[in-house]
């Protein structure tokens, strides 16, 4: 990840590759907006913009050669949209930009941002964004392969620069950015190397180079989850020669103000299984197990940054291929705790490793259980590839969609209509996996898991579309895994803190 530092310096003073300064869209044309920036420097991008093609739109990146005022070689122009009515930029928007300025500089050794950070809470957002930026996935690339390093370090320069409210926003910034890169590289990497059992190595490895005290990993093998009744993971990871596994990652502090379990869908790879999918899109099905690769980083972030809440992560591993001990369609499996469910489509896996994770979450007696999952394609039919879906008991809901708002994450809130649930019957066991017809598919499976949390207050976050990201990089976000989730369930985390 790069190194980076704060300053109080003017930024023309900042000797540097690239110094980065905002540009916005006005009614007159493009204005630059930057910390400190002389006004002669100023008048004159403006003066040039036009004529370069500048609108200052988001997402927009242009770099221009320095004046000869500036220490940096080049000045990059990196777009912020419209103010807000109160003169200022909304936190994501300063995050964004700043990470596609960072993005965009790929190859470039050293970078000097300057945005306009009205107060200590906007740097914080810049400094997000330039780490979220300088990330790339390089680790099957050859010597010498079209592949430009990230920018290595990062001088955020700002007139708070000696507040010790932005030094430790910044560090909270370095915290987080390492487990959503964390994320990306699980999600990143290739399904014959990141199996269950080597999923659950690296969450060991994690914990152990963590070096945190009241951080614990158990797992959970095929043999000791057959003996413990965990029908959902045995049944959906029957079908590899590569068992499943239940990983618990769980950070307990001397003083915990409430206790939260997180359990993330860890489908390593997902043909479908019998159900088999479509050759074109299984490419992807790589990324099928980010909902667990977010739980575990975000576990580690909540020991990292000290956090008094008491946190345990139920990653919910398993490959789900045809083989030819793969469970068929019309299978019946029991779910710990013993609820059973008849398995009316192998491709709707996903749910039968939660089912398991769920009750052992609310076994282990928890204020609150989360889970995080690619779990349908619904989702994205329902709100594209950028927005995630978030439904359960209202409250939980809500305080799920208020942490994503801080955490400048996309979700959305989703009912779980009555009428729904009536699908679920099934004439051999107490359900069916699958959904009888394609209508509302994101919310039968809200439904679905919601059948194993009892009483206990809990949300669903279905992150399909969103977790890995097919097209151009655009803002802070690359190509592949994204990280999706990590931002919003800190955030919920903190704000327990503070309740």
């Not at 950028?386 to 009912?415: C, L, Q, Y």
Request: glycine share 12%; net charge negative; hydrophobic share 45%.
């Amino acid at each position: 990840m790069a190194d980076l530092t704060l300053s109080g310096k003017n930024p023309t003073s900042v000797t540097a590759d690239a110094l980065v300064v905002g540009t916005c869209s006005t009614s007159d044309g493009v204005a630059v907006v930057a910390d400190q920036l002389p006004a002669d420097l100023v008048r004159q991008v403006e003066t040039l913009a036009p004529r370069l093609g500048v609108t200052g739109a988001v997402d927009e990146v242009r770099t221009l050669p320095a004046d000869r005022g500036v220490k940096a070689d080049v000045v990059v122009l990196t777009g912020l949209g419209e103010r807000r009515e109160d003169g200022t930029f909304a936190p994501e928007t300063l995050r964004r930009a700043a990470g596609a300025a960072i993005r965009s500089l790929a190859g470039t050794e050293s970078v000097a941002v300057a945005l306009p950070a009205v107060d200590e809470d906007e740097l914080a957002a810049v400094a997000e964004g330039a780490l979220l930026g300088a990330y790339a996935f390089t680790r099957y690339r050859g010597e010498g392969a079209d592949a430009k390093k990230p920018v290595e370090r990062i001088e955020l320069v700002s007139s708070f620069a000696r507040s010790a409210r932005a030094k430790a926003a910044v560090a909270r910034a370095e915290v987080l950015a390492a487990a959503v890169h964390g994320t990306r590289d699980l999600v990143n990497m290739p399904p014959n190397d990141l199996y269950p059992a080597a999923f659950a190595d690296a969450a060991r490895a994690a914990v152990k180079d963590l070096g945190v005290k009241g951080v614990k990993v158990t797992v959970l093998d095929e043999k000791q989850l057959a003996a413990g009744g965990y029908g959902g993971l045995v049944g959906v990871g029957q079908g590899s020669a590569r068992g499943p596994r239940l990983v618990k990652v769980s950070y307990s502090p001397a003083k915990a103000a409430t206790r939260v379990a997180i359990v993330g869908k860890g489908i390593t790879f997902d043909t479908g299984g019998i159900s088999l999918k479509p050759p074109a899109g299984m490419p992807a099905m790589k990324s099928d197990m980010a909902g667990a690769a977010a739980t575990l980083h975000t576990v580690l972030a909540a020991a990292r940054l000290g956090l008094p809440v008491a946190v345990t992560g139920y990653l919910c591993l398993a490959e789900n291929m045809p083989g030819g001990n793969a469970q068929r369609p019309a299978d019946v499996v029991r779910i710990r705790g013993g609820k059973t469910v008849e398995v009316t489509n192998t491709d709707a896996e996903g749910r039968l490793v939660m089912a398991d994770g769920l009750v052992s979450a609310v076994e282990d007696g928890h204020d609150v259980v989360l889970d995080i999952a690619t779990l349908t394609g619904a989702q994205m039919v329902a709100l594209g590839n950028r927005t995630s879906g978030v439904m359960g008991a209202d409250e939980v809901r809500d305080e799920v969609k208020a942490a994503a708002d801080v955490a400048g994450e996309d979700f959305w809130p989703m009912p779980l209509p009555a009428e729904l649930k009536e699908g679920l019957k099934s004439t051999v066991a107490d359900m069916v996996n699958s959904a009888p017809d394609r209508w509302g598919g994101m919310l039968f499976a809200g439904h679905f898991l919601s059948e194993f949390v009892g009483d206990t207050p809990w949300a669903h976050l279905d992150i399909a579309g969103p977790a890995y990201n097919e097209k151009s990089p655009y803002g802070y976000t690359p190509k592949g895994g994204t990280g999706v989730g990590v931002r919003t369930l800190l955030a919920f985390l903190e704000g327990r803190a503070q309740s």
